[in-house]
């Protein structure tokens, strides 16, 4: 398994999270019109309703809700602007992030509260006239045990950063010792496959000279990688920041190349429930 993983297509899924109500169209449409030129899919984990007084785990305002007034939370259906945009792009594929987006909002253990954010979140979805995803990611990649569980139970897919025993149903740790030994990022539970990703390779906090290679040898090394990005993070403060732009936009081109080329095929999560595609 491991040495015909050497060989064959690679997989690479990109993900971007925080679009939201608030979120201006205008930043998407900067940052994805070449991936979408390219007929590359783009998967947005956008939250459903989201709470403007949000915070980081640091307890400061999340750079994905602009400062000032207005209703708690805003649910996606109130930004007919970006319900337009997003049903014009189809290969802006949505992804369910939480449901306000509070801060570790599943990282709690009650089960109730977990299923009505789970509820509320693919409601706002179909509200704005979505399909309710088939892809779930946790806000800061957090889960409880039991969210994790019950997110398994409802989704097809879910994609977070790495996966710890502490935080795994009980019942998991036997296929999840299987994965650590078999040194497996992605793994399957039941009909839900579980995904890692090999942390925010595309942030602003990491040095930009070195940016594209990293991505382009993350995407490389493992049958199927996922790439994470935050659409803020390339206008913090409100200031285009044209090198992070540029790298976003070279991984695009580097993309479709490698697809012309018949090395890489990038896919949305929802293919992982549609067609036979190996994880590792
Ligand atoms: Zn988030």
Known sequence: MR???????????????????????????????????????????????????????????EGFVPAGQGEPTVPLAKSPELVRYLKANPNLHLVQHGCHHDCFEFAISDAREIAQRFERGAQRFVEAGFAAPVTFVAPHDRFSPASLAAAAERFA??????????????????????KKFLKQPHWRVGETVLLSHPGCLLSYQRPMETMLANLQRAATSQRLTVLVTHWWEYFHDGVENEAFVGVLHALAEWLAEMERRGEVRVVPFSALAEEEIPLN
């Not at 169209?25 to 390219?38: D, G, K, M, N, W």
């Not at 994609?159 to 296929?175: C, I, K, N, V």
Request: no cysteine; aromatic share 10%.
């Open 157 to 178: 897919v879910v994609s977070s950063g790495w996966f710890e025993l502490r935080r795994l149903p009980p019942t998991w740790w036997p296929r999840y010792a299987m």
């Open 3 to 61: 040495n015909s993983s050497r060989n064959g297509t690679r997989y690479v899924i990109l993900r971007d999270d925080d679009t939201n109500a608030l979120t201006p169209v205008a930043s998407l449409e900067r940052l994805y019109r070449p991936f979408l030129e390219r007929q590359l899919p783009v998967n947005l984990a956008v939250i459903p309703e989201v709470r403007r007084a949000t915070t980081d785990p640091r307890g400061n305002r």
